[in-house]
């Protein structure tokens, strides 16, 4: 059974750092795509970056490129999401996800998310 837990969030002055961790099991690592999406207050959820299945390099969204970075553990099972310089605007809540093919916004698996609040 897939299983994606989140942990990391909370609260942060802007201009602070968070670091987002998602814990994987039940599956294979190497045969998925993995990434962090998220959903802020009254709009749609949005992709962050993500690893396709046979990608070496995460993709970026261009609103947290140079701020965000992406690492990957298969060993661990892991998807760490550093997240720095926050703007109240990244206020939301952030998912793990994995999809057996591609990055997109339909994956095949989410976590439950976790909340993250940017103060001002």
């Known amino acids: 059974q897939v299983q994606l837990v989140e942990s990391g969030g909370g609260l942060v002055q802007r201009g602070g750092s968070l670091r987002l961790s998602c814990e994987a099991s039940?599956?294979?690592?190497?045969?998925?795509?993995i990434g962090w999406f998220r959903q802020a207050p009254g709009k749609e959820r949005e992709e962050i970056s993500c690893?396709?299945?046979?990608?070496?390099?995460?993709l970026y969204a261009d609103f947290v490129r140079g701020r965000f970075t992406l690492f990957v553990d298969k060993a661990k099972y892991t998807a760490d999401l550093q997240m720095n310089n926050l703007y109240p605007e990244d206020t939301g809540v952030y998912y793990c996800?994995?999809?057996?093919?591609?990055?997109?916004?339909?994956?095949?698996?989410w976590g439950k998310g976790i909340q993250v609040t940017v103060s001002s």
């Open positions: 690893i396709s299945r046979n990608g070496e390099t995460p």
């Open positions: 039940g599956f294979n690592l190497d045969d998925y795509a």
């Open positions: 996800a994995v999809d057996h093919f591609y990055c997109s916004g339909l994956m095949d698996y």
